[in-house]
């Protein structure tokens, strides 16, 4: 599982917060069986890693997880109404890319850049945590203060591959100033 204790709690935390429905679960499983598809039909089997030399191997994994978090968030959003005991309806998929990250390209194509609304898509990462810490401020919610001073990362590789951190802002050049 590729993100931190951390992170599932502070997610939990905000949904309790503010009165969200939260379904958390692990992706490996999924990433198994996509790896071992391409294992299949290859003949080769992709690593992750810490050198450059294999590279595109390292960003084609990272990616899978990306991708399917988009693919997952949508099956969610059109079964949960039905799972709940609704006859119709469907929820929004709400996207998660800021501006700073849109601009440097940092992004997969096809993950949570991609959604129905996306609130944060054109807002700064520094205005966007001075908006967290507001709204930690204005409505209690200490979930949002917490997010607001988390090292930044995009968790898309197994934790005991690299310090999340230095993932981010090695491999990417990314910075939250």
């Known amino acids: ?9 502070r997610a939990e935390k905000l949904a309790n917060e503010i009165g969200s429905y939260h379904l958390a679960f692990n992706f490996d499983s999924i990433v198994e069986t996509i790896i ?6 290859t003949g080769s089997i ?3 890693t810490l050198s ?14 990306a991708r399917i978090r988009m693919v997952l968030a949508y099956l969610f959003a059109q079964l949960l109404p039905w799972v709940r005991g609704k006859t119709s309806g469907f929820l929004l998929v709400l996207g998660s890319a800021n501006v700073d990250e849109a601009l440097r390209g ?7 850049s991609s959604a129905d609304l996306n609130p944060i898509g054109g807002v700064s ?14 409505y209690g919610y200490t979930a949002l203060r917490e997010i607001s001073t988390a090292l ?26």
């Open 1 to 9: 599982n590729n993100s931190t204790s951390s992170t599932k709690n």
């Open 36 to 41: 071992k598809l391409f294992s299949m039909v």
């Open 46 to 48: 992709p690593q992750f």
């Open 52 to 65: 450059k030399q294999t590279n595109s191997q390292d960003l084609a994994l990272q990616n899978i997880q």
């Open 106 to 112: 940092y992004m997969t194509k096809y993950d949570c």
């Open 125 to 138: 990462k520094v205005d966007l945590k001075k908006m967290l810490n507001w709204a930690c401020e204005e």
């Open 152 to 177: 930044p990362t995009a968790e898309l590789r197994p934790i005991q591959i690299k310090d999340q951190k230095e993932e981010q802002c090695e491999d990417h050049s990314q910075t939250d100033e």
